[in-house]
């Protein structure tokens, strides 16, 4: 099977048919979507979900564009939540937590130091849980890379991925699977284009982040996890993998970044 892990099923531009996407998934040979939280208030969302699509789990966090209006007590209640969801099979990590220094709200001083002190309150529930981290890190790799070293949390994925090979391998030796999607399948993208075709096979993961960061054959229009196994066919591509071999090794890799899958 293909496993997707990064997609927002429950956004709306899914019009109320995440599961109907999720079906189709399936049938692509997707047998498992991995749908992050972004914001407290979409936690019994993704988890409802995840709990009645076949092909789901999720994972519980608050994505650094929603950090302006959060509050201490969002990270409290990240936290219950976290704690509470251990006793569902289909919940599987932490996420989706990080930085993002490409929006230039968040880019302010103190927005960064905001940033910075929910990601690594994040990370410390993380560690505490025993969790894997599925982390946003937009123009923002070696800040990530500073609070992943102090806090240490269980491992993860550095979602689209899109750093120097220097940054790659940092992430790899702390233990982390990178993620590639949509954005490898243009050939204007050189710098993602190596780094899958060059990384050790081992530390990549795929994911579609549906329904943002569609693939050239589909962008603009909305993308869907249905889509995965033929990103995974560019990787092979790339690779001069054949198509089997990605699916096993992405599959692997992903089961190993996310224990809980298993």
Same mark, same amino acid.
């Given at each position: 099977?293909?496993?997707?892990?990064?997609?927002?099923?429950?956004?709306?531009?899914?019009?109320?048919?995440?599961?109907?996407?999720?079906?189709?998934?399936?049938?692509?040979?997707?047998?498992?979507?991995?749908?992050?939280?972004?914001?407290?208030?979409?936690?019994?969302?993704?988890?409802?979900? +995840?709990?009645?699509?076949?092909?789901?789990?999720?994972?519980?966090?608050?994505?650094?564009?929603?950090?302006?209006?959060?509050?201490?007590?969002?990270?409290?209640?990240?936290?219950?939540?976290?704690?509470? +969801?251990?006793?569902?099979?289909?919940?599987?990590?932490?996420?989706?937590?990080?930085?993002?220094?490409?929006?230039?709200?968040?880019?302010?001083?103190?927005?960064?130091?905001?940033?910075?002190?929910?990601?690594?309150?994040?990370?410390?529930?993380?560690?505490?849980?025993?969790?894997?981290?599925?982390?946003?890190?937009?123009?923002?790799?070696?800040?990530?890379?500073?609070?992943?070293?102090?806090?240490?949390?269980?491992?993860?994925?550095?979602?689209?991925?899109?750093?120097?090979?220097?940054?790659?391998?940092?992430?790899?030796?702390?233990?982390?699977?990178?993620?590639?999607?949509?954005?490898?399948?243009?050939?204007?993208?050189?710098?993602?284009?190596?780094?899958?075709?060059?990384?050790?096979?081992?530390?990549?993961?795929?994911?579609?982040?549906?329904?943002?960061?569609?693939?050239?054959?589909?962008?603009?229009?909305?993308?869907?996890?249905?889509?995965?196994?033929?990103?995974?066919?560019?990787?092979?591509?790339?690779?001069?993998?054949?198509?089997?071999?990605?699916?096993?090794?992405?599959?692997?890799?992903?089961?190993?970044?996310?224990?809980?899958?298993?």
């Amino acid at each position: 099977m293909w496993i997707d892990t990064h997609c927002h099923l429950d956004a709306h531009e899914f019009g109320g048919e995440s599961l109907a996407v999720a079906g189709r998934a399936g049938d692509a040979g997707v047998g498992m979507i991995v749908i992050p939280a972004v914001d407290r208030h979409n936690f019994e969302v993704v988890a409802g979900l +995840a709990s009645e699509a076949p092909n789901a789990s999720y994972a519980l966090g608050i994505h650094p564009i929603y950090v302006p209006q959060a509050s201490e007590d969002d990270l409290a209640a990240m936290r219950k939540a976290v704690e509470a +969801a251990l006793a569902d099979p289909r919940f599987v990590a932490v996420g989706e937590i990080g930085l993002d220094y490409f929006i230039p709200m968040l880019c302010e001083s103190a927005m960064r130091e905001k940033q910075e002190y929910f990601f690594r309150e994040q990370l410390r529930v993380a560690r505490d849980f025993d969790l894997p981290v599925l982390m946003h890190v937009r123009r923002a790799q070696d800040q990530v890379l500073k609070h992943v070293r102090q806090v240490r949390p269980a491992g993860g994925i550095a979602h689209a991925f899109n750093g120097s090979f220097q940054q790659a391998q940092a992430f790899v030796d702390l233990g982390f699977k990178l993620g590639f999607g949509g954005a490898m399948t243009f050939t204007r993208a050189l710098q993602i284009r190596r780094l899958a075709a060059t990384l050790p096979i081992e530390s990549i993961v795929l994911e579609t982040d549906a329904p943002d960061i569609s693939p050239a054959w589909v962008h603009p229009a909305r993308n869907s996890p249905e889509y995965l196994p033929a990103i995974g066919a560019v990787l092979g591509e790339l690779r001069g993998m054949p198509l089997v071999d990605v699916k096993a090794a992405t599959t692997a890799n992903a089961l190993a970044a996310l224990p809980r899958l298993g």
